[in-house]
């Protein structure tokens, strides 16, 4: 019996592979999910450092990387106080380079990087996590 899921149906059927249009799966091969738990009173200082220096320079640095990710915002605090923002990458590119210190120094030189990514740093309640999916 199919499922129906959005617009598309989910038929099981043990033939179909991950490609074909009415999969649950990702098309696009490997997604990365970067969360990050953001103390509620650097909040706005990562947003703007996020949104003003970090995806800008992502930008310049690699189109097709930049298209790839979305920057999730909470909408509430968790229950511990923090919130929880999200970068997602879909596709993740393995053979491109998503490490945000890395573009920062390339864009913007070693010390000027540094400044940024201390600031943007200093905002984490934990260390940032990050999953890979197929």
Known sequence: M???????SVVDNENKSANDSNTV????GKTMVA???????RAGQFEMLTK???????????????????FLVPEDKNEDGNLTY????????????YDIFEVLVSQYGRARAEEYFDRWISCFAYEQEVISFR
């Open 86 to 97: 999200m970068f997602i990458a879909n596709p993740y590119m393995e053979e491109k380079n």
């Open 2 to 8: 199919p499922l129906s899921i959005g617009n598309k």
């Open 25 to 28: 799966y990702s098309k696009n």
């Open 52 to 70: 003003t220096v970090i995806m800008p320079a992502i930008k310049r640095e690699d189109a097709e990387v930049f298209k790839s990710l979305k």
């Open 35 to 41: 969360i990050n738990y953001i103390l509620p009173q």
